[in-house]
């Protein structure tokens, strides 16, 4: 009698044990689904910190990079040529004179005084004299000169933007005893030129 009872809840019980195996199943499932979601969200934060590190590291690159082309444009557009005089074959003194006379002119525009100028053609301590003498003139020029600041800043300003290649060796400035807003300088630079 027993066994007839059962038989009429064998079918719920059967239900029962399979809704429960189903229940553990699915929970064993969503366990394992959600320690795998757990796992792909740190390997997915793992790979965008990556990723964001790569990024620094090329914005970094393309940095150094913009600066590099900035640095070869500014040292392109620095490169100034020689001065070459109109008729070859001349010395040293006459070659250079054109381009002394183009100082001298920004000396006269700049309203500066000229004390006094000492010449040195070809020095023998320039490096364009003893690695390409045959090619270039050189005169170190050694100028005293009188101006107030102003005059003089616009003069130094010119002469950077000066159209051919020359190199100022070294300025000293002293204010006048009797009045500080006149300059004593004493200006040296030397002056290339194609041969």
């Known amino acids: ?12 019980i059967l239900l029962i044990f399979a809704i429960i195996g189903g229940c553990i199943f ?9 320690n795998n979601l757990t796992s792909l969200q740190a390997e997915i934060e793992s790979k965008n910190a990556t990723i964001q590190q790569k990024q620094a590291t ?6 150094k990079e913009a600066e590099e082309k900035a640095k070869e ?3 392109e557009s620095a490169n100034k040529p020689f001065y070459k005089p109109i008729e070859s074959g001349m010395d ?3 070659v250079i004179a054109g381009e002394f006379a183009e100082v001298l002119q ?3 525009a700049n309203k500066i005084k000229v004390r006094s100028i000492k010449y040195d053609y070809d020095p023998k301590d320039d490096n364009f004299v003893q690695g390409a003498g045959e090619k270039y003139n050189v005169a170190r020029l050694n100028m005293e000169m009188i101006s107030n600041y102003s005059d003089y800043d616009n003069f130094l300003k010119e002469m950077y933007k000066h159209e051919h290649f020359l190199d100022i060796q070294s ?3 002293v204010p006048y005893k009797k009045n500080k807003k006149i300059l004593l300088i004493n200006f040296k630079v030397k002056l290339y030129a194609k041969k």
């Open 106 to 108: 920004l000396v006269r």
């Open 73 to 75: 444009k500014e040292s």
């Open 1 to 12: 009698m027993d066994t007839e009872k059962l038989k009429q809840f064998y079918l719920s």
């Open 26 to 34: 699915g929970i064993q499932k969503i366990v394992e689904n959600h």
């Open 58 to 63: 090329l914005d970094d690159y393309k940095k």
């Open 92 to 94: 040293t003194e006459s």
């Open 171 to 173: 300025v000293e400035i």
